[in-house]
């Protein structure tokens, strides 16, 4: 007779050696996304040069907001670790509450200096691809935090069954991996304003341009495994 299905564990299938390559690259991968979100965040606030004009605060605020905070907020959830070592899953959780109340801050601070910038410039609004999809982002940022205090506060909004917290927690992680894809987006169509080819060409840009999209990578990898069902297994 047929057992129970299961589902099969990451790296089911390969031999030891293998295996423990396969967690080491993974760690590696985790580890170079937490630099690559901190070192991007630092680049663009220098070459920014913050407190120039109303418009340097802009990218500051944004790198900060999505390409630190959002990333920290997603990986210290990851299985290969995380920076401070963190075990204890209701702490990650109310750090992640964090992160995400820092996004939402900076993000809300970004487009402030952003319209203030425009409004004392007397420059028209919303003229741009990427400013479209800076809209799009926050707007998406702040409908995955209100998904997210629905989790935070389930018996209020009487959602204590159990299947309904998992469906909530499986729609939360997937709107928050399309968050992170649209800010990644956001972030790539920046490269290409007057500002940013200006101030950075040649090889640079292009290594910009990795800087940004690998970090995508480890999170969507990262949300994929945790939470799309794996092949099932039957005996």
Known sequence: ????????????????????????????????????????????????????????????????????????GVLLFSPEGFPFCIKSRKCKVRLHWCCQALVLIAAAAGLGFMLASKSVSELPHLVSWHSWLGIGTVAATVLQAACGICLIFPKLLRLSSSPLRLKLKLYHATCGLVVYLLATVTVVSAMFSDWFQATVKGAAWWGFLLLALFPALVVMNQITNAYLPRKKLTS
């Open 1 to 72: 007779m047929p057992s129970d299905v299961e589902y099969s564990p990451v790296g089911e299938g390969l031999g030891m050696r293998d295996y423990w390559l396969y967690v080491w690259l993974r760690r590696a991968a985790v580890t170079a996304a937490h630099v690559t979100g901190l070192g991007l965040t630092l680049i663009i606030s220098l070459l920014s040069r913050p407190g120039t004009s109303l418009f340097s605060w802009h990218p500051v605020c944004m790198s900060v907001a999505y390409c630190l905070c959002l990333t920290e």
